[in-house]
């Protein structure tokens, strides 16, 4: 198994740009969350999918959109970048408080800077 | 604003010094979980402890958790150097599949 995957590693981008984050996992979860990590604050939580077609907001999800066509993809899309979503990137996935099994697994990180 | 809050944010010991860390929350919640970041990395589930426990061991591990004060602690017994990382604890609440993190605590091990 690889386990969870994100794509890409690095990038760059300039104001108002849009791009895509990837993430996909093989392990059939049906949980999968997106995480942006900041110098002092922890994770936060920005969006989440407990489902294929089911996805919600989480603590910051202004600037951002997801979707969940399929059990394995959660991609991550900024629709116009600003310099303040310059951060690093995390998705996991895992199980629910419904599944009662809730041990999250995180991919490697996207570390996205804006100028 | 988060959920849970570590402390200290900071710790430095010694090799074969154990190593306690606080978590606090604000709501009920159904489980808190831990998680370890090494630097520059994902990070890693290390236990559990659902709402109904008071204690769980997992080698090294142990996690205490008081829903009257809504805090936890995560002690490690017997540092190693590898034990060097950030430790985070993560709430899961009732009738939410919210898993919010808390600010986490640098740990430096010196050999």
């Known amino acids: 198994n690889a386990g969870v995957t994100q794509t890409p590693k690095f990038q760059v981008l300039k104001t108002g740009q849009s791009m895509t984050l990837q993430c996909a996992q093989d392990?059939?979860?049906?949980?999968m969350s997106w995480y942006r990590q900041d110098p002092g604050m922890g994770l936060r939580l920005i969006h989440y999918?407990?489902?294929?077609?089911?996805?919600d907001q989480g603590e910051v999800p202004n600037g951002y959109n997801v979707s969940r066509s399929t059990t394995e993809d959660f991609p991550l899309r900024l629709l116009s970048a600003a310099p303040s979503q310059t951060s690093v990137y995390f998705c996991?996935?895992?199980?629910?408080?419904?599944?009662?099994?809730?041990?999250?697994?995180f991919g490697p990180g996207t570390r996205l800077t804006v100028l | 604003s988060q959920q849970g809050e570590e402390d200290p944010q900071a710790l430095s010991i010694q090799e074969g010094e154990n190593a306690t860390m606080n978590c606090s929350y604000k709501t009920s919640i159904n489980n808190l979980q831990w998680y370890r970041q090494n630097s520059g990395r994902g990070l890693v589930h290390l236990i559990l402890i659902r709402s109904n426990e008071r204690e769980k061991h997992s080698g090294r591990l142990r996690v205490t958790l008081d829903t009257s004060k809504k805090s936890s602690s995560l002690l490690i017994t017997a540092s190693r150097a590898a034990d060097t990382a950030s430790y985070f604890c993560?709430?899961?609440?009732?009738?939410?599949?919210?898993?919010?993190f808390g600010t986490g605590t640098r740990l430096q091990v010196f050999p």
């Open positions: 993560a709430t899961r609440s009732y009738n939410t599949d919210k898993l919010i």
């Open positions: 999918s407990v489902g294929a077609g089911i996805t």
């Open positions: 392990m059939n979860h049906e949980y």
């Open positions: 996991a996935s895992g199980g629910a408080l419904a599944g009662n099994t809730d041990t999250q697994y």
